[in-house]
């Protein structure tokens, strides 16, 4: 992540330049606008290393399933980033204030963020207790005849028998993981700057081509719509994409963090063995998933229909007001299935669908930029004939694309891990009572992962056979 972020980082610094006067589209712009903005990006870049090592930090603690640890983290860097911003930004220097200001007190949080994680992770508290990872919720002894006549009643008496170890473990076991300590003795401060061993690199390598795919395709469209505001719709339209894209930011994490969720809880259901407990368990999981992003979508539209009241804090431009009311229908409709976007895409993390997500946001990278040029010819040839709403009307589009294809694939994962388990398949029963537990219903498998210490006597016919059409022992 250090070296991603130096990477990053350096060609903001050597190439900032042309990449803003990309984005603009235009000479039109004020040299003095131009130059406080490309110091923006420059004292930015700074701060790139730290981002990335951040990132780094916040997806590791979320596939732990530990979500407190990087809320504390960001939590103390957003004071510190609010401290800096009241400091630096009324300062009269040209470097240390106003947009500059606010730029070196977010990478002054981001370093502070990243200290503070580095702490949390080689520091264990005065309390901690270790977590011993070989638990596991199933483990029983099944004192039960082997015989084939006897098994039914032994598979029956231990099912309640594997329930009461099931919960008392869960009651005795119920202290939430935590990433702090988690490297303590483990990470030195010359790791943070050496490169990765080969082994780890060739463990990245499958993930680099599908991730970069998915997070450039993912940022295109919203470049390509700063690029035809800024080159073809004028001042006030500028103006206006300022306000709604703050309120856009400041709703999306809403959603967002549905998608990180997510990412921490579909992994370990996914990874079981296949059988017909963990389909459903995957099935019933992604739906309250696709709840919860109906329900905050529904929410954000209900708090972005109050956008026209509130455009009066943020400006007194009645042009600049009247844009910003036009767009906020497709707003509106933007955010009610931004929610449901978001738990799907989790979800499709979660099982792994890195190369669908790749493809989708390659193809999204050229698609979208495409119709949103068009926007800008349109103005450039025939100026009033399209305006902002276009802009955001496109977007809307994009959003209603991405919500039926994000379903349609996690309706085609549920029905594939469902298809996974097969009728028919054949259960050996060994002297230890060692079964297979595929193609077996839920309650069954509870049975299944028990062990088995003694026997009466070993089976004849060690072979049963699971009923056609089955699901359930």
């Known amino acids: 992540a250090t070296f991603v972020g130096s990477g990053l980082g350096a060609i903001l610094l050597l190439f900032g330049k042309p990449l803003l006067t990309a984005i603009i589209g235009n000479d039109s712009i004020s040299p003095i606008v131009f130059s406080t903005a490309l110091k923006y990006v420059r004292i930015r870049a700074l701060g790139m290393p730290a981002a990335a090592a951040i990132g780094t930090f916040q997806a590791a603690c979320i596939g732990l399933q530990d979500i407190k640890s990087p809320l504390y983290v960001l939590l103390a860097a957003a004071l510190v980033n609010l401290i ?17 200001g606010a730029a070196w007190a977010t990478v002054l949080s981001q370093y502070v963020a990243l200290a503070l994680a580095l702490k949390w992770l080689t520091t264990k508290s005065a309390n901690s207790k270790s977590h011993d990872s070989s638990q596991t919720i199933f483990g029983g002894k099944l004192k039960a005849a082997a015989s084939r006549f006897k098994l039914f009643n032994a598979l029956s008496s231990t099912l309640e028998k594997s329930r009461k170890t099931k919960s008392t473990k869960k009651k005795s076991d119920n202290t939430p993981f935590s990433t702090r300590g988690f490297l303590q003795n483990r990470l030195k401060k010359r790791d943070i700057l050496s490169m990765p061993s080969r082994e780890s ?20 469209g919203y470049v390509a719509m700063a690029h035809v505001v800024s080159s073809s719709l004028g001042t006030a339209s500028m103006a206006a994409q300022q306000i709604i894209l703050s309120v856009f930011y400041c709703l999306c994490p809403i959603a967002d963090s549905l998608n990180l969720t997510a990412q921490g809880l579909i992994p370990p259901i996914y990874a079981k063995d296949k059988s017909m407990e963990r389909a459903a368990s995957l099935k019933k999981t992604s739906k309250e998933f696709v709840k919860a992003g109906a329900i905050f979508g529904l929410l954000k539209m209900v708090l972005v229909s109050f956008i026209p009241l509130l455009c009066r804090f943020f400006t007194t431009d ?26 799907a895409e989790g979800i499709l993390l979660g099982h792994s669908d890195l190369a669908f997500l790749g493809k989708m946001y390659g193809v999204y990278f050229f698609a979208l930029p495409y119709f949103m040029l068009r926007v800008k010819k349109a103005a450039l040839s ?64 509870e049975i299944l992962k028990t062990e088995v210490s003694t026997h009466e006597e070993l089976i004849a016919d060690p072979i049963l056979v699971l009923p056609k059409n089955s699901t359930t022992f």
């Open 318 to 343: 009645v042009n600049v007001i009247s844009q910003v009311t036009t767009c906020v229908p497709f707003l509106m409709l933007s955010f009610v299935v931004h929610g449901i976007i978001c738990a």
């Open 84 to 100: 800096g911003d009241t400091v630096f930004v009324g300062l009269k220097h040209a470097w240390i204030g106003g947009a500059a």
């Open 382 to 445: 025939n100026p009033g004939s399209v305006g902002l709403s276009s802009v955001w009307k496109i977007f809307t589009g994009y959003q209603f694309v991405r919500v039926a294809l994000w379903l349609g694939r996690t309706a085609m994962l549920s029905r594939k891990a469902t298809q996974q388990i097969k009728p028919g398949t054949k259960i050996e029963v060994l002297d230890d009572i060692n079964i297979l537990n595929e193609g077996i219903g839920a309650s069954f498998t």
């Open 201 to 220: 690199t060739a463990d990245f390598l499958p993930y680099i081509l599908p991730v970069t795919t998915t997070q450039v395709g993912r940022v295109s």
